[in-house]
């Protein structure tokens, strides 16, 4: 089985709250794009759990994709592997949720081979265990956020075009939710004020770009072109909208050979398709 697991963009992200166990309560709006990374999912009958490829530096155990196959070997049958073969495209540590996304295509994927007939929900609440980005993937479509990220309520589908550049950099998340300077007390809005159009932001952005040159270079790069610049998640990565994908990709002509880019458009869907719509 081949997936092309999706990278994420937050169309905006605020801090509305903080829980007593200390996590953030947020509020953003995830749209998928197609700027994937590639996992091949075989499977094995000797209750082998083998990861090849991924990310440089992740301990197979400690992988994403690893803890969502062992998440899943117990419900199973007896003797039930599998060997998962990642290549990484969606650059690490960059806001772009690439490790999210192979974790939910693990569950789907495992799901369907292994035969495990667990629903939607059950799949949900199967991604939060193993981070707050991963259902939003295992739902397949853009979503409205809310609460530590896992409470999703779906969002109308637009075809939108984006240019994407990671600066080369990444940013851990835990020292980005510590730094003083974030705001923590944006006012909670709806899903209707959303779509409405009102003017958005992202809280991690003035962050962002205080803690690197190079990510205020790749805004700059973008906002020249463009006329405009967000960071997605806590960063690395910037993003802007494009009227079509030709002017994506016209505003990423010469950009610095240390960093990655892409002229992206939003998808949905992305398991289905891939499996042909089964």
């Given amino acids: 089985m081949l ?47 083998e990861r090849r490829g991924g990310a440089i530096g992740v301990e197979p155990e400690s992988d994403l994709v690893v803890r969502a196959a062992r998440l899943l070997q117990p419900l199973a049958a007896e003797g039930a592997g599998c060997t998962l073969t ?18 939910a295509a693990v569950l789907l994927g495992l799901n ?69 300077l974030l705001r923590r007390d944006c006012a909670p809005i709806g899903v ?17 770009l205080m803690r690197s040159t190079e990510i205020a270079a790749a805004a700059a790069w973008l906002r020249a072109r463009l006329g405009h610049a967000q960071l997605t998640g806590s960063g690395s ?3 802007a909208q494009a009227p079509d994908i030709e002017a994506a990709h016209a505003a990423l002509v010469g950009v610095p050979e240390h960093w990655s880019c892409r002229a992206a458009r939003s998808i949905t869907n992305w398991f289905d398709n891939d499996q042909g719509g089964a």
Wanted: negative net charge.
């Fill in 3 to 49: 997936l092309r697991p999706p990278a994420k963009l937050n169309r905006f992200l605020h801090i509305v709250g903080r829980r007593a166990d200390g996590y953030h309560l947020l509020q953003t709006a995830f749209e998928l794009i197609d700027w994937t990374d590639e996992l091949v999912i075989e499977n094995r009958a000797d209750g082998v759990i």
């Fill in 86 to 103: 990642l290549t990484k495209h969606i650059p690490t540590g960059a806001g772009l949720g690439g490790g999210s996304a192979d974790a």
């Fill in 112 to 180: 369907r081979l292994w035969r495990l007939r667990l629903d939607v929900e059950e799949l949900l609440r199967l991604g939060l265990q193993l981070g707050a980005d991963v259902p939003v993937f295992i739902g397949q479509r853009p979503a409205f956020a809310e609460g530590i990220g896992e409470i999703l309520r779906p969002l109308p589908f637009a075809a939108r075009s984006y240019a994407v550049i990671h600066p080369g950099v990444a940013l851990a998340t835990g020292p980005m939710f510590g730094d003083p």
């Fill in 192 to 208: 209707a004020d959303y779509l409405s159009g009102v003017p958005l932001s992202n809280v991690f952005e003035p962050v962002a």
């Fill in 237 to 239: 990565a910037v993003f």
